[in-house]
């Protein structure tokens, strides 16, 4: 339980939470990690915004049976090279900035365009809605799907959205006209689960309840190859940056990375617990695989040595599939993700191509930026690891994406709400004084990363109650 | 990013092995694939130039605005812009981002090869038939055509001695095909009598010629190293050149030695007595391998430059092939079936690694004892070890920094090329936006479904209807075609000296005259 401190179960309660910037609280960072009161729910939850009825939902649920309670992880976990301190924010404050409402039931998946204007979340509801990430304005509510949507993913060139549903079917969309492609990508004999597309835009990668992965050609809308992937749902999809390699991972409790062009298996991860897979990304240059299970652990997977090299603890995981993503921080933030292999640019201006040839300016010496790691948490928390230190830190929520450039969260839960959270910069900055004051004073110690104020799921009610009573 | 993974016995490969795919839209006729590898170019029988993705082998783009079959493609330095010439007498340089057309250029006479240069895409060589070959500047709205010469230059002793019949000779000869060196200050250029010549691109001088063969010249290809090319002739034998290294200051050059281009190899089959259709190299930039497709025979030849062996036949479709092309970066090749019109593919066949799958699974030559481990069965807490396990996990890692392969292969072309990292700059940053419903705007296949099972082939004006608003190309037509009809066999019939069985189809006429053209 006691994954949240006081401070935060107290700003998390009933209806006073995140509203105003005011009510986020600075966390302090060592959760203590009792055993964890998992209440099995009663309620009739969709897993992950799908239409499932209950009772078939529980999929997930085993994982809590085998779950051991979460070690404390190697005490002073303070190993960041020394050199890199210096420049190096100790916290990060995400404000809430907006709530976005619209959905009538649980958000599943949100999503920052990849030229960051816009968030695209998809929810139980059957509709995708697209919100302008700047200033939180209702664009379009995106409307075919027969059944609930788990999963939604932008082209490169933020024109376009693939989403999954419930309903066996792939649609794309025209985010500028909200209106969906007429030919749905069909051929799955059982719901949606993930999709993602290729660096280029040209294919897409899908998995899917009936085990199967299918890579699809965009442009044809067919299907260009399945994979024969794995012997339980397919829970996660994703594509490497230069698109050459997929990984896909499933219940069955394996990660899988394919070669694209042959639709080979590369290698297969598993884990000895064995616990079912529910999200799968490969880190933003390619190295790396980040896999959530519902044994409550992320873990990041070195791929080509076949190694689990880190494991991040600290959320809540035992039924859903939770989003996260990498995120960046630091001096240079305004620094963008490293770009797919071939950074697409409709928008530049022409006169290169007619004969004017205008000198293009190259991408300046990139500043200096470091990673986090973002996911939700069951318990309504959302959750930034700094990628090389272990511990967790903060919790919320099925679906959570980071602004391809800016400090910028996007975070969407059961309780059918989008939040967009906004990094404090000033508050960041003379937290960053303080903490240098106080790194001289007290090396070695842990730092939290950060502190986000809880986005409760309106079906929390019930979760708060578990709390109260856990905490008393 | 997956050749960390790959095999590395399937990396070795550099030769492909089995007919792999088809790609089909229309009746192609000429093929090119794109620098970086991802897209090929095919012309149409019909003028219309598609795109393919060869990721997922579909229809990428349809550019339309030829009338009739195109001759030759080629790409700009970083994929954005296509050069296609047909027999329409034209020249379209097509912007792939939106499939626009940037210029056109129309001349006096049917096109063989049209070549943009490698750095600049608003310059272009073209090898005309029966007029001398034109160096076109169209960087303005109104394109600038310089002639270039074809007549070989003599050396002083030679210029003295030369009667006047070989002058006349010399005078008379057509340049049939062009080929721009990696750097852009060189052309190369063949003749109808088997000289090669070397001219300059600022001046429009020869520097350098050399008779090779006394045969007409139908193909001249130049390795991205531009240190080697590879000619293709009418006596049945492909040659691999040795070339000068250009590519620094050409004053170093000295171009009065007649021996600075020399034949390195002839590749013949002396015992078929085949000729062959179209040659290319291999990828990488000197070209290790050379391929080549055979005249009336269904097969593709490979030999290696290092002894000169044939070291492969590619088995292909019951078709003869034509146009080939070698992926700029993988042993992957792709040709033109001649009746068909159909893009076949090789390539190495992979086989999955079962190991793969399982990961405690380890594949063995032979069998080996298993010694376990002291510590393999002890029991031991499950606590401690989760413990252990994390202990263990105190390695730093940068989920950031990029680290490109060493050998970048996307870019192994552009890098043999001088100017490797602004090619390959300029090459990152377009991506041709992806359409959708493009195959189902695939109007102009010859045949249409018109109820179960039955189909009917199309009349011909239909799905040409774009074609009223090019205008004046509708008027030009007839006469186009005239030229084409009694200029297509002329000047290389002999050459050739193929006659592919009359054809037979409809459009077996003039897609005879046309391959020939090519060749």
């Known amino acids: 339980m006691s994954l949240l401190s006081p401070e935060r179960m107290r700003s998390a309660d009933g209806d006073g939470y995140a509203r105003s910037p005011g009510s986020y609280r600075e966390m302090e960072a060592e959760p203590q990690r009792d055993s964890y009161n998992y209440v099995a729910s009663s309620e009739n939850h969709a897993v992950r915004g799908g239409d499932t009825p209950d009772g078939e939902t529980n999929l997930y649920g085993q994982g809590s049976h085998s779950y051991d309670s979460p070690e404390e992880p190697n005490g002073s976990g303070d190993y960041a090279p020394p050199s890199l301190l210096p420049q190096r924010p100790s916290k990060l404050y995400f404000k809430p900035a907006l709530i976005l409402r619209g959905h009538k039931r649980g ?128 829970s996660g999809v994703d594509f490497v940056r230069d698109g050459t390699l997929i990984a896909s991972c499933s219940h069955d409790g394996l990660i899988r990375i394919w070669d694209t062009a042959t639709g080979q298996c590369l290698r297969t991860l598993v884990h000895e617990d064995n616990a079912p897979v529910v999200g799968v990304r490969f880190s933003p240059n390619g190295k790396y695989v980040l896999a959530w299970t519902l044994d409550s652990c992320l873990r990041l997977w070195n791929y080509i040595e076949g190694r689990a090299i880190k494991t991040y603890q600290g959320h809540k995981n035992l039924k859903y599939s939770l989003g996260g993503c990498f995120g960046i921080y630091g001096p240079g933030r305004t620094h963008p993700l490293p770009p797919p292999l071939q950074l697409p640019r409709y928008d530049d201006d022409d006169s290169e191509y007619n004969g004017h040839a205008g000198q293009r300016q190259d991408q300046a010496a990139q500043p200096i930026a470091y990673a986090f790691i973002a996911s939700g948490s069951e318990d309504g928390a959302i959750l930034l690891w700094d990628p090389n230190k272990v511990k967790g830190h903060e919790g919320a929520v099925l679906g959570v994406d980071a602004h391809p450039t800016e400090s910028v969260l996007v975070t969407a839960g059961m309780d059918g709400t989008v939040r967009v959270w906004r990094h404090d910069g000033a508050a960041a900055a003379r937290e960053a004084e303080e903490a240098a004051k106080e790194e001289q004073r007290r090396a070695a110690r842990e730092v939290a990363l950060l502190e986000a104020p809880t986005p409760t799921p309106t079906t929390a009610d019930v979760r708060m109650t578990d709390y109260e009573t856990a905490e008393g | 990013m997956n050749l960390s993974l790959l095999d590395p016995f399937v990396l070795a490969q550099d030769l492909p092995e089995a007919l792999v795919g088809r790609l089909r839209s229309g009746h192609s006729t000429s093929i090119q694939f794109s620098h970086r590898g991802d897209y090929l170019a095919s012309g149409r029988l019909d003028g219309v130039v598609i795109i393919f993705d060869i990721e997922t082998n579909g229809v990428a783009r349809k550019l339309r605005g030829h009338t009739h079959q195109v001759q030759s493609l080629s790409w700009s330095a970083n994929d954005r812009c296509l050069l296609s010439a047909a027999h329409d007498w034209k020249c379209i340089l097509w912007d792939l981002k939106d499939g626009s057309r940037l210029r056109t250029v129309k001349f006096e006479a049917a096109v063989f090869i049209a070549e943009l240069h490698p750095k600049n895409h608003f310059i272009f060589a073209a090898a005309l038939f029966e007029e001398q070959p034109m160096l076109v500047d169209m960087t303005g709205d109104v394109p600038i055509k310089r002639t270039l010469p074809t007549v070989p230059r003599r050396t002083e002793a030679e210029r003295e001695t030369i009667s006047e019949k070989q002058a006349a000779q010399d005078a008379k000869q057509t340049t049939t095909v062009i080929a721009f060196a990696p750097s852009g200050d060189h052309i190369y250029t063949g003749t109808n009598r088997g000289w090669v010549n070397i001219i300059a691109t600022a001046t429009r001088q020869t520097l350098y010629s050399t008779r090779v063969t006394n045969n007409i010249l139908v193909l001249i290809r130049v390795a991205p190293s531009g240190r080697s090319a590879v000619i293709n002739s009418t006596d049945r034998i492909i040659r691999t050149l040795h070339l000068p290294d ?223 608003e090019v205008g004046d190309v509708v008027a030009g037509s007839g006469a186009g075609m005239g030229a084409n009809g009694s200029g297509t066999g002329t000047p290389l019939a002999g050459a050739s000296g193929d006659e592919a069985g009359g054809g037979g189809s409809v459009g077996g006429g003039r897609r005879n005259g046309g391959k020939r053209r090519r060749e």
């Not at chain 1, 990849?114 to 059957?126: E, F, H, R, T, V």
């Open chain 1, 107 to 234: 958000v599943a998946a949100v999503k920052f365009s990849p030229d960051g204007k816009l968030i695209a979340s998809c929810s139980a509801d059957c509709t995708i809605k697209v919100w302008d990430a700047q200033t939180g304005k209702h664009q379009h509510t995106l409307q075919a799907h027969l059944a609930g949507i788990s999963t939604i993913a932008w082209s490169p060139d933020s024109k376009m959205l693939a989403s999954g549903s419930d309903d066996k079917s792939i649609r794309l969309w025209d985010v500028a006209s909200g209106r969906a492609h007429r030919t749905p990508l069909v051929g799955h004999h059982n719901y949606v689960y993930s999709v993602a597309f290729s660096p280029k835009g040209n294919m897409i990668v899908s998995g899917s309840y009936d085990e199967a992965v299918y890579i699809w050609d965009v442009r044809s809308a067919r299907v260009m190859r399945t994979l024969p992937a794995h012997a339980d749902p397919v």
């Open chain 2, 246 to 468: 250009l590519s620094g200051d050409s004053g170093n050059v000295d171009f009065d030695n007649p021996r600075l281009v020399e034949v390195e190899h002839k590749f013949q089959d002396l015992v078929n007595r085949l000729s062959w259709n179209h040659a290319a190299f291999s990828s990488g930039s000197s070209g290790e391998y050379v391929a080549a497709s055979t005249f009336m025979n269904h097969d593709i030849y490979v030999w290696e430059r290092a002894h000169g062996s044939l070291v492969k036949i590619l088995e292909g479709p019951r078709e003869e092939l034509s146009h080939l092309e070698w992926h700029p970066c993988r042993p992957f090749v792709a040709a033109v079936g001649v009746d068909s019109g159909r893009v076949y593919l090789w390539s190495i066949l992979t086989p999955q690694r079962w190991s793969a799958l399982a990961p405690d699974f380890v594949e063995v030559d032979e069998n080996v004892e298993y010694v376990e481990r002291e510590d393999e069965f002890d029991i031991q807490p499950l606590e401690e070890l989760h413990k252990r396990r994390l202990d263990l996990e105190d390695e730093h890692v940068d989920v950031l920094t990029v680290v490109e392969p060493a050998a970048d292969h996307a870019n192994g072309k552009a890098a043999g090329a001088g100017d490797a990292s602004s090619a390959r700059a300029a090459a990152a940053q377009f991506q041709m936006p992806i359409l959708l419903d493009i195959e189902q705007s695939d109007s102009e296949d010859e045949v249409i479904a018109v109820g179960a099972g039955q189909f009917r082939r199309k009349s011909p004006g239909q799905g040409r209807e774009w074609m009223a």
